[in-house]
């Protein structure tokens, strides 16, 4: 009980000097501020940047392989791909028949082209020729109408499926099912509008809501497919056995290539761990210059307390020693001034987390989805704390050993 009373008198005590020294203790707490804010903007905006990858990547798919020319990630001498041949529609054909086990092969491909209603025009949309299955792979239906049949495969029906993007830019309050869209020469049909599904602009991703589906025979007829490359997206038919199954996609593409068994790929498989594993490295080297950086902040903000706290220490030398005369024990003193060290960069502490709040809502209103987490908020006080207590430790000890007939006589 003593001991709890010795710790709240010296609480009171710490306040009370901060009080009495307002100006010296707000210039104090400035540095600790821009720390704080600092390791908390770093933080939240990793964690942002992370969440909204990781909801724009889901779009890939988490059990779907995507055979193409080149590799997502480049690991290698950029020259052992450019040579690669194309993928042809031919191929991912062939593919898809001999992958009778995989619940969906999709051959796409896809262009940039200017569309056009009325009089209002939107330029270099992504436009994708695939199959009906694409549904399946997205995990993304429409909104309102439906999306590519295998009719609309047959029989190369000029119909598409538009972004909801496209259809809040070009269509405005109007229904855009059953409209003519021209894309590039040709017109399609609006037979669906997608739900929205966010982008990935932020990393130099797609932005999903501004796409076009449309059959890939009917693409082929309108854009020509000869010299086109395509893609191949394959769904696996079980997740916990994906690594199995990529060894069967490569040696059917082989057998397809025409790849001799002392020849390399001339393909890529491609995954979202792959994105995901290139990403998270990535992520991890700039979050720790960012924490080196913002460290740097909050060395000068200790070193400032440090600085202010020995002088706390000189000027109150004959308080000490009168404390000490008293029956003040050493711990008493050194908790004291360890308290006020701590309250200083405490109170610097939420005053730069909430500064942070409103960078946070200023980075979500202007930038992307973001907001301070609970456990973020509690590490920026945790940290707060703990540079009080290391930057007032060497003050606090000095203060605890001085010698009371010395203190006493000190001027």
């Not at 009370?16 to 020294?21: C, D, E, L, M, P």
């Not at 490359?229 to 082989?254: L, T």
């Amino acid at each position: 009980m003593r001991t709890i009373l010795e710790k709240i008198e010296s609480l009171k005590i710490a306040f009370a000097a901060i009080k009495s020294n307002k100006s010296r203790a707000i210039l104090t707490t400035l540095g600790i501020v821009i720390g704080i804010v600092a390791v908390t903007t770093t933080m939240t905006t990793a964690n942002s940047l992370v969440n909204n990858f990781k909801e724009s990547a889901a779009a890939i798919g988490t059990d779907v392989y995507y055979v193409s020319r080149m590799p997502w990630i480049f690991t290698g001498n950029f020259a052992d791909f450019r040579n690669r041949q194309i993928l042809t529609f031919k191929q991912g054909e062939k593919l898809k028949n001999e992958l009778t086990t995989a619940k969906a092969v999709i051959p796409s491909t896809g262009d940039g082209l200017d569309i056009k209603y009325q009089s209002r025009i939107m330029g270099r949309v992504p436009v994708i020729g695939t199959t009906e299955q694409q549904v399946q792979i997205m995990d993304a239906y429409p909104k309102y109408g439906r999306f590519i049949t295998s009719l609309d495969v047959q029989y190369k029906k000029f119909v598409c499926v538009i972004g909801a993007e496209i259809k809040e830019e070009i269509f405005k309050n109007v229904d855009p099912l059953n409209k003519d869209l021209k894309i590039g020469r040709y017109k399609f049909r609006i037979i669906g509008v997608m739900e929205k599904r966010g982008s990935a602009g932020n990393f130099g991703g797609p932005n999903f809501d501004r796409q076009i589906f449309v059959p890939i025979s009917a693409f082929i007829k309108a854009y020509g497919g000869f010299n086109r490359q395509f893609d191949i997206a394959v769904k696996v038919p079980d997740q916990a056995d994906m690594e199995n199954f990529k060894y069967e996609i490569i040696g059917q593409m082989r057998q397809i290539r025409k790849l001799k068994p002392n020849q390399k790929d001339d393909f890529s498989i491609n995954s979202l761990d792959s994105l995901m594993n290139a990403f998270n490295s990535i992520m991890g080297v700039v979050v720790l210059i960012g924490l080196l950086i913002t460290s740097i902040s909050l060395f000068v903000g200790a070193i400032g307390v440090m600085n202010i706290m020995f002088v706390s220490v000189t000027e109150r030398t004959r308080e000490i020693g009168i404390r000490k005369a008293i029956g003040a024990k050493s711990r008493t003193i050194l908790t004291q001034f360890l308290f006020e060290s701590s309250a200083i960069c405490l109170i610097g502490g939420f005053v730069g987390l909430g500064l942070s709040f409103g960078i946070a809502k200023i980075i979500d209103t202007f930038l992307m989805p973001a907001s301070v987490s609970i456990p973020v908020a509690l590490i920026s006080i945790f940290i707060s704390i703990l540079v009080g207590v290391l930057s007032g430790l060497i003050p606090a000890l000095k203060a605890a050993r001085l010698n009371p007939i010395d203190a006493l006589h000190y001027e």
